[in-house]
């Protein structure tokens, strides 16, 4: 009997189970609140003790129409009472709304799992948009699962009938409804999404009743006799996890909350100048929420005015920092050349979706590391980093801000869609020992040109206009090296070329030693990662160390500069293996810079790692 039968078979015959990890989906249209269903079961989780990592993937469509499979919202989580650093591969349990929301969710449910099915949605118009011939609830399509078949629109409506809403708005209350009954299942709490529901709907107490209503029917019916003969009640220990203060974070606030730490840190206001891009603008969004910091927000006509917005802060003397998405940073381009030019600390964050063009708005993607390294007119270098995890992005934003006003250089941070909207328990740090990084401002007019730089890090001298004796102006065109004047000579811009590319290569300098974040200092194999590949490529380096086969975890934050002593690192290894969600950009990067001839693992799919996709990866790897 298989692990996948044996999970089945204790769930017919109705024991009550403890398991280690249990990864769930609710999926229905994107009008069907399965976001804020995810969002209220993570809370609650998060709250109960257990790791999580969350991915909620949208529909690219604002609207599509009711019931099509292009319209599917859906969200993800993985909790476990030990280490989790992915959203999990195959599902336990899928909620499914309709029929368009099974058909494109079904082949990530494990053999065995918990199928919950609105079954009042599939009707024969429904099953028709989804494009099915025939209803899987009948035609035994669905006999490899455990499928709980309740008719939610019926229950739901018997619900909050008391409160008059009307057939349309009552049926809103569907994932309240079904988020009860998932909560009854796995032990969860009300109270948090209860005191949730009053706060929103204070001012419409209909709506208020209504929702708390359908929350408690959903749970009661779980509970009942009924259910959980057929579906019994599951436990998921506590994880074991550093004493502290948590809060729940995804990406973008993590982010938010990095930029206002490197203002404090700094001591610098920060103008944070945008414009709204998907999966960007919600960074725009939290910050704007936080006006009692020293962050001032702008929301420009276009992209280049927000990139020259950042730029015209930073040379009042504060920190300037854009953000967008791939398309949108092509059309900064000439802005952030401009800052490289004139050499300001700029911090441009790049939230990665799938391309070209347009392409794929809600999907995640690192599709832009060339662009990042490379993607600009002339030889203008800046440094690069990128976040690993939603946590991670506090740190990333704050060495971001760092690196630029000690190094005078703008920083591209490459986050993702996925690391954007993903979420996971992050400890606070205590801001009072965080390290300070105050700029030096030029104070004396003896001796002062703008231009003039520092003997280690080749970076100019940071003048605020209206100091008295430092009057003085910059711009796009090229300046003498000795004068700052403008300056046509050829000797002269190929003097101040090589400095700039030389400031920049000096960055690496300041980067910390490469270590590796798991397995053998050397060996036949280390994977190297970047960005948001770190979770589940750490998570198979695990699983295959479990088996005492060797193979080692190595993952850059910075990948321009790239570190010093990376070649020296992967020098140890026979073989390197590099995922990426891409057609191979670092591992080229990586050959061309160390002459390691790594081999890639790409996938462009717009959708995150498998850990299952590494884990085969590196065995394959190992055994050829």
């Given at each position: 009997m298989s692990a996948a039968e044996e999970r089945l078979e204790s769930t017919l015959e109705g024991e009550h189970r403890e398991l280690d990890s249990v990864v769930i989906r609710f999926a229905g249209d994107s009008g069907d609140g399965m976001q804020l269903t995810g969002g209220q079961f993570t809370e609650s989780t998060a709250l109960s003790g257990n790791d999580l990592a969350t991915f909620p993937d949208f529909p690219a469509e604002i609207r599509a129409p009711t019931g099509t499979t292009f319209g599917v919202s859906a969200f993800q989580i993985n909790f476990a009472s030990h280490e989790v650093s992915t959203a999990g591969d195959e599902l336990d349990v899928l909620v499914a709304m309709n029929p368009a929301a099974l058909k494109t969710n079904l082949l990530d449910l494990r053999e065995g799992g918990v199928l919950v099915i609105d079954s009042g949605a599939f009707g024969a118009r429904n099953l028709k948009k989804a494009g099915y011939a025939s209803n899987p609830l009948e035609d035994g399509s669905l006999s490899g699962f455990h499928v709980v078949q309740i008719d939610v629109q019926k229950r739901?409506?018997?619900?909050?009938?008391?409160?008059?809403?009307?057939?349309?708005?009552?049926?809103?209350?569907?994932?309240?409804?079904?988020?009860?009954?998932?909560?009854?299942?796995?032990?969860?709490?009300?109270?948090?999404?209860?005191?949730?529901?009053?706060e929103k709907f204070a001012d419409r107490p209909e709506i208020r009743d209504a929702n708390l209503a359908a929350l408690n029917a959903g749970h009661t019916y779980a509970e009942s006799a009924e259910l959980a003969e057929a579906l019994p009640a599951v436990s998921v220990p506590r994880a074991s996890v550093e004493p502290g203060l948590y809060r729940n974070v995804t990406g973008t606030e993590a982010m938010a909350w990095g930029i206002v730490a490197a203002s404090?840190?700094?001591?610098?206001?920060?103008?944070?100048?945008?414009?709204?891009?998907?999966?960007?603008?919600?960074?725009?969004?939290?910050?704007a929420g936080l006006k009692q910091f020293d962050v001032t927000t702008f929301q420009a006509e276009d992209e280049i005015a927000a990139a020259c917005a950042a730029i015209g802060a930073a040379y009042a003397g504060s920190l300037g920092v854009t953000s967008s998405a791939g398309p949108g940073i092509a059309l900064k381009g000439e802005a952030i050349s401009l800052a490289c030019a004139v050499e300001l600390p700029l911090v441009v964050i790049n939230?990665?979706?799938?391309?070209?063009?347009?392409?794929?708005?809600?999907?995640?993607?690192?599709?832009?590391?060339?662009?990042a390294v490379f993607g600009r007119h002339a030889d203008t270098p800046l440094v690069v980093l990128a976040p690993s995890t939603p946590s991670d992005c506090f740190e990333v934003a704050v060495e971001a801000a760092r690196i630029a006003t000690r190094h005078m250089t703008p920083v591209m941070v490459l986050s993702d869609g996925y690391l954007a909207n993903a979420a996971e328990p992050w400890r606070i740090p205590d801001t009072a020992v965080m390290e300070r990084f105050a700029p030096r401002f030029a104070a004396e007019p003896e001796g002062f040109h703008p231009f003039a730089r520092d003997p280690d890090t080749l970076a100019r001298v940071w003048a605020k206009p209206g100091t008295p004796g430092l009057e003085h102006r910059i711009g796009g065109l090229e300046k003498s090296f000795v004068s700052s004047n403008i300056s046509y000579d050829p000797a002269n811009h190929q003097r101040m070329t090589e400095v700039r590319n030389e400031k920049i290569a000096r960055v690496a300098r300041d980067i910390p030693a490469q270590t590796i974040a798991l397995g053998p200092d050397s060996g036949p194999l280390a994977v190297l990662s970047w960005g948001s590949t770190y979770g589940a490529v750490h998570q198979a380096v695990k699983r295959v160390l479990a088996d005492r086969l060797p193979v080692a975890h190595v993952h850059l934050r910075y990948l321009w500069p790239l570190p010093s002593d990376l070649e020296s690192l992967l020098g140890g290894f026979e073989r390197v293996l590099i995922p990426e969600m891409n057609t191979g950009q670092l591992r080229r990067i990586v050959r061309s810079e160390t002459l390691v001839d790594a081999k890639g693992l790409n996938k462009i799919a717009g959708q995150p790692f498998k850990i299952t996709e590494v884990e085969t990866a590196i065995r394959e790897e190992i055994d050829a």
């Open positions: 739901v409506l018997e619900a909050v009938e008391p409160y008059g809403l009307g057939h349309k708005n009552a049926l809103r209350c569907k994932n309240m409804w079904v988020l009860g009954l998932i909560m009854w299942l796995y032990g969860r709490d009300r109270a948090p999404t209860v005191a949730g529901i009053q404090v840190l700094s001591g610098l206001e920060v103008l944070f100048a945008s414009y709204p891009i998907t999966p960007a603008s919600s960074l725009l969004h939290t910050l939230t990665q979706r799938g391309g070209p063009s347009t392409g794929l708005p809600t999907k995640t993607e690192q599709s832009d590391l060339y662009q």
